[in-house]
């Protein structure tokens, strides 16, 4: 992983595997939402308007709609992510997250 | 003209029977609906337009003229959701977050009910003080302030600086807020450039507005059962009780009969845009079923169907 | 006028030629489309406005009047699909579920199709009988459903009553019911109201959306191959023959010439906006190649430009 | 798994390992979709409307396009669904359908 | 009418009004935009709106009426980019490709400058030649060419053929060209039939679109400081020097007073809309914060609040 | 995996891992991404509008947003992608790529 990905084609692909974090919450929390990614050491997200139903009922529409929220970060932030969302969001709002791992093209400016 | 014929005509409105039609298709289950896109862009025209509309009228009138109808809106926006917060604590034994979410809707401004009674009014051939527009858009703070007030000071909701700030750059507040200013230093030569867009068709997209919004009413009445008998009778009494006060204030600071029918509207509405996203930041422990229930899928009909015609009613028996 | 001139003025009109800037931006493989949101959006004013002008002017006939023209639309939404159906199976020797699948189609209406037409009507000067627009709103629901009883007749299609459901809480359906429903009730007075919105910019949206259009059929032609000699006449004959027929049978109903032409167009058009939806879900087995490219690929490019003055001919040529 | 997600920072979190049942799907299905993935078991779902291109060409506008259907299930539920996807809709319709495990936070909600 | 006047009621135009209520949004940091859908569909509006007018009006004079402008148009069209591109490597030390993709702006056409330049003028009272649209449209491909053949042949550049694709066949040009046409060939009497929806509502539509672009615009100063003080200059400057230019090369090109205004602000103006695209693919090592900053953020306000009104008094002073 | 998915509920479902790949970049892209995935050997593809942020600042709106692709291909492909990406796009515009293994109901048919 120390040699970077070359515009040689017999060079192996550098990829690092980082954390996905997937929220999926209601979208008047996508302000707030951005701020705890940023304080928990997050360097970027991205976002998709969506609809969706829990146990909250359905969620759809501008202002009652969903957003899905996904941010590639080193497991420490992911946990920080989820712990911060687990204390204050979980309780009173609807909100859906989880992580997986993904092999990122050049995954160190992440991190 | 008597009150039973006031309502048939107001019920063969494009826009009621549009609103019918969106409750209609959402019992059928069809997906009528505007893109979420566009109902937003009505908002949109609809905000600015009665701002704009409101901010010329303002121009024109003198300071000493709106004084009395200017003290009346801000007098009412601190005590209604007060008075709310009151009945629903004490005779509906609400919680202090519930009843607080709740009255922040009936103390806010809606703006598609004070414009449904602005074209009432003019449908039937009265005049209103136009500068109320701009009134209204001053009503749509205090009311959610007051009711995040209450509720903090039992120590439930969130901080108070950060719903200020939300509030009052709220988009909908800022839409109203800048027609307005628009509209006044434009002025009416200025508005008039625009009116192709602003004013003629004013009436047309409210009615393919409600006809969404009879949609999202209907959606709400699967909640019903949540809301329970007391908030449903509070759902039709409070606009009665605020209708017939706004009818009374409004006559007393000197409003035409017009114009107090507006404002009596003004008081007697319940919010549904601006209202559920500041009361769901600041009170999120507050359950949105039953302030979107009563608001929306309760009191927003009965204005827009009986309420209006029956305030315009109470202005004439108490401006006779 | 004769033919020529008719022909040229047609294809001079803003709305021809938006949609022939749809065609050249798909040919161009230029992004030129609308929003699908305000695509939508459009849908919804189109048949909104349509059903609002065909309800107003039903309130003003009588019964008796309109007694003749219904019945001949309701006999051509029977029996045009059956006819289709039947030309694909024999001559064209199309399976059970592609030639139900066409026919419903052809059978179903073209809000567009019939909108265009009672421009044309209207620029060159004619009156149309304004209640047309609301028996097109009836001539949407028995093309498709007949078209699926014959797929199901055979075993291959999917169950009746949730197809029914599904036409008529379709979207289009709705709204250019509703549209009526509204207009009839809101009577003329009430439709003037929202007027602004509804009628004067309604030829300037058509344009619009006819250039979205235009983009669409283009980008349909690419499965031109997909659908072989065979349909591709009987996309180009069917319309023919379907006009011919409704321009005779209008004016036997007694409709004026503005009328009959619009009438005619009504039974020449190909839908491309319920059907499909319909037919996919009603008869998933068919292939969208088919159907999708014969009507709006061609009939529905077809009918736009060439279509309608022909229809306006035989019409003249039937009723001198 | 046993302790509840708790605000003291020094507690692990409790996450559970899900299926993430994806169907990308033609928009015309949408409502039937979601009566299936109900009909199987799920508890929730979350849906974004995409465009695509597969065997049945480009898919894209308000009618012609796709959604893209996600839902968190237990192994069973996810079995079911996919079951009950190829058998109905894989001959007739265009969609495509996959899984892949995530660890959800507060996952017990969702079995 | 003097030159503060003339200020005066260019700032208090609903448009002007219009655009410094997004900025105050922005500032806010309140979300004011409208969906993405609707910028878009308000875009196309504009294109097509002024493209249809521009070409009715192309129909009405004669080719040697409009040589003289349609060569100072090319002409302008050409040299602009050339100058701006040696303006920003000689004094401002601009890299190649940077100097190139700022240059493209500068010397592509910006059809909402365009229009703000018409109302200004029409709201004056004074007459325009209405033909200018038309040649606006041909404007617009010119000045992103030149500037790509610059960076090329400095080798930084990518592919001619696929950027003269892109730049012909993008939508805006395809938009406001297709107008033209349709203009051209609908003739005065077809583009009067959709005049409720293209022509009435212009202004209005205008202001709305001017809201969202004031937010855009005022987003772009958080990256004042990546600009540095030269560009800064450059952005205030560049319009000042174009404008005069404009207004000297219009007027000598027989131009009345309100035709050479609008042609001197055509000149002045910066694109955002077709360059930053085209730029962002055939220069994509040029820097986004450079020529969006310059363009949207500094040279656009400065032309709709401040610019316009100058340039007419650069005309006055020289016609007199 | 040599069984169809049959109707009898008894057999097993067949599925086949592939390499799902996530492409985020900027929107004016899109036609150019498409072109270099059906070059490498893709057969379809789903993509949704998103707005996001990274080492380029805030992207969002029309023609400022971003899109995000994703496309199920064999490991081979998935290598051929990425490296193309790497070599043309990354140094240039704002973009993010990653991978993971999902697997999918009658994958056979987009290897
Ligand atoms: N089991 C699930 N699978 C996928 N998405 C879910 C699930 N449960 C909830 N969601 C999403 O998360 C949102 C909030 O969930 P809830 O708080 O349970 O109402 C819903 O509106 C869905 O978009
Ligand atoms: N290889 C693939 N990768 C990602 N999405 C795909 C792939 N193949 C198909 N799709 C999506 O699934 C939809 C239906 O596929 P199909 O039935 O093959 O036409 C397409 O429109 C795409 O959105
Ligand atoms: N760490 C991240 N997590 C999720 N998405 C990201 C991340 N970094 C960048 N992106 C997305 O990729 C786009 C381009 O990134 P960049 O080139 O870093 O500006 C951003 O606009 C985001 O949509
Ligand atoms: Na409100
Ligand atoms: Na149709
Ligand atoms: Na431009």
């Known amino acids: ?111 | 003209m008597d009150a039973f014929e006031l309502l048939r005509l107001n019920l063969s409105s494009p826009m009621v029977l549009g609103f019918a039609l969106g409750i209609v298709a959402a019992l059928l289950k069809s997906d009528l609906r505007l893109p979420d896109a566009v109902h937003s862009a009505l908002g949109t025209y609809l905000l600015l337009a009665i701002g704009l509309k409101g901010g010329a009228e303002l121009a024109k009138v003198s300071p000493a003229e709106i004084a009395l109808p200017a003290l009346a809106t801000l007098a009412a926006g601190i005590c209604v959701p007060i008075a709310c917060y009151a009945a629903l604590r004490r005779f509906g034994r609400f919680s202090i977050v519930d009843a607080a979410a709740v009255a922040a809707h009936y103390g806010s401004v809606s703006i598609v009910t004070f414009t449904a009674a602005s074209v009432f009014v003019e449908a039937r051939g009265l005049a209103s003080e136009g500068y109320l527009a701009a009134l209204a858009a001053f009503l749509e703070v205090p009311g959610i302030l007051v009711a995040i007030a209450l509720a903090r000071s039992a120590r439930a909701g969130s901080s108070w600086s950060s719903s200020l700030h939300e509030v009052l750059t709220g988009k909908s507040n800022l839409l109203l807020l800048g027609g307005v200013v628009i509209g006044y230093l434009a002025g009416a030569h200025g508005v008039e450039s625009v009116a192709p867009l602003f004013v003629a068709p004013f009436r047309g997209v409210l009615t393919l507005f409600l006809i969404d919004m009879g949609f999202l009413a209907a959606s709400r009445l699967r909640d019903l059962r949540a809301v329970g008998p007391f908030l449903l009778g509070f759902a039709l009494v409070a606009p009665l009780v605020n209708g017939f006060l706004g009818a009374a204030l409004g006559s007393a600071a000197g409003l035409s009969p017009g114009g107090a029918t507006v404002f009596a509207t003004m008081l007697a509405r319940a919010s549904y845009i601006a209202a559920p996203v500041a009361v769901r930041l600041a009170l999120p422990e507050a359950n949105p079923a039953l302030y979107l229930t009563s608001s929306l899928g309760l009191t927003f009909p009965f204005n827009l169907a009986v309420g209006i015609p029956l305030y315009h009613e109470f202005v004439c028996w108490i401006q006779a």
Chains 1, 4, 6 share one sequence.
Do not use: C, H
């Open chain 1, 1 to 111: 992983m120390s040699s970077s990905a070359g515009s040689r084609p017999e060079e192996a692909l550098v990829t690092v595997e980082l954390e996905r974090v997937t929220i999926v919450a209601e979208a008047v929390l996508e302000a707030r939402l951005l701020a705890l990614l940023k304080a928990a050491g997050a360097r970027g997200w991205t976002l998709g308007e969506v609809r969706g139903e829990g146990s909250r009922g359905v969620r759809a529409g501008e202002w009652q709609g969903n957003v899905k929220l996904e941010t590639l970060v080193a497991p420490a932030v992911a946990e920080r992510i989820l712990r911060e969302l687990a204390r204050e969001y979980f309780p009173r709002f609807a909100v859906v997250a989880y992580t997986d791992r993904v092999r990122v093209v050049r995954g160190e400016k992440y991190v």
